[in-house]
């Protein structure tokens, strides 16, 4: 009597997460192999094509075509909301993906990590078709890894730089050079940069240097990590003033820092501009408020939406392999947080 098969388990089909994980992708990529997306690099659609074959994978057909819908969609990653540097620059991304039929759904990064949530995967788990990050967040990998499956473009940040990953900013070096030169020219000597993060950080204080190497002045003199909100600017500039070696100009990584610095002198009781003149970065509505008058270095938020929502689109359209670099002129605002030297020295 020939044995029965009746008991015998079925040979289980390969999924599209074994294709993944054979291949050493995110199911998403696989995703879009299988669709034919555009901005996929030829290096991966061979990675997952190779693992298709070796699995004898069959995508489901019904599964393939709900792959292909596209939800019209943006996630929008902000490092933290509460940042008023943002607002213009969302005004442009916005009005720029809303005439293409396109919808930004917003996620903060600092209050997702604060509740535990992780903003990126998120946004992707919602079918987003790409993503747009403004400002420095500390979720670089997880950023690199969305821009395996969707096309990721950077507005306002550097971080991560990636291949294939377009990046849209100010001339943050041009800008931290005519802040610095326009405290120099005014006639100060002592001058301290407050430090900001990431790659923008690094280049803000290369500006510093060279008009302060180029004008015959020590750039070392004062040295702090100012960060980018108005508490760390604060501890920085109480800092700076506690001692009888002081300077008599601050140029700030961003407006935020700036204010925390007029807080500071207020506090030490000395006088803006008289004793100390302040220079902050990205010209926020912050610093157009009349009883603060700062001086500030206006980084093109505006344009620096509208051509973020523009590189997106067109990722979105057509295939494109190389990154692009867009950078947005600055030019300075002068208002009453500046003077020349007074009695602070």
Do not use: C
């Not at 969302?90 to 997702?112: F, I, K, Q, R, V």
């Not at 509740?115 to 990050?133: C, M, N, T, Y």
């Not at 405290?183 to 430090?195: T, Y």
Request: charged content about 25%.
């Amino acid at each position: 009597m020939p044995e029965s098969d009746a008991g015998a388990r079925p040979v289980r089909q390969p999924t599209i997460r074994d294709v993944a994980e054979r291949a050493g992708v995110s199911k998403s990529l696989v995703s879009l192999v299988l669709r034919e997306a555009p901005h996929v690099s030829d290096s991966r659609r061979r990675v997952v094509l190779e693992a298709i074959a070796e699995l004898g994978y069959r995508p489901n057909a019904h599964a393939r075509g709900l792959s292909r819908t596209r939800s019209d969609t943006v996630g929008v990653l902000l490092h933290d909301l509460r940042n008023p540097w943002f607002v213009e620059l969302l005004e442009g991304l916005s009005a720029t993906l809303h005439t293409a039929g396109l919808s930004p759904l917003l996620a903060d990064s600092y209050t997702d990590r604060r509740i535990g949530r992780r903003s990126v995967e998120a946004l992707v788990h919602q079918g987003i078709d790409g993503l747009v990050v403004v400002g420095t967040t500390p979720e670089s990998e997880a950023i690199q890894t969305a821009a395996e499956s969707i096309p990721v473009v950077l507005a306002g940040t550097r971080d991560p730089n990636l291949p294939g990953m377009d990046i849209v900013v100010d001339d943050d070096d041009a800008g931290a050079r005519s802040a610095t030169r326009h405290l120099i020219e005014l006639g100060h000597r002592h001058i301290a940069h407050l430090r900001g993060p990431g790659e923008i950080g690094t280049l803000r204080l290369a500006g510093f240097r060279a008009a302060m190497a180029d004008a015959g002045l020590d750039p070392d003199e004062f040295s702090e990590n100012g960060g980018m909100s108005e508490e760390s600017g604060y501890a920085a500039t109480r800092r700076l003033l506690a001692g009888d070696n002081r300077p008599t100009g601050i140029f700030a990584f961003n407006d935020l820092a700036a204010i925390g610095a007029l807080s500071a002198a207020a506090d030490q009781g000395l006088s803006v501009p008289a004793d100390l003149s302040v220079v902050g970065y990205d010209n926020s509505y912050l610093a157009r408020i009349r009883h603060i008058s700062l001086t500030s270095v206006d980084n093109g938020n505006l344009a620096v939406g509208v051509q973020a929502g523009k590189y997106l689109i067109e990722r979105l359209e057509a295939s494109v392999q190389l990154q692009r670099i867009h950078l947005v002129p600055t030019s300075l605002e002068v208002r009453g947080s500046t003077a020349p030297p007074g009695t602070a020295r």
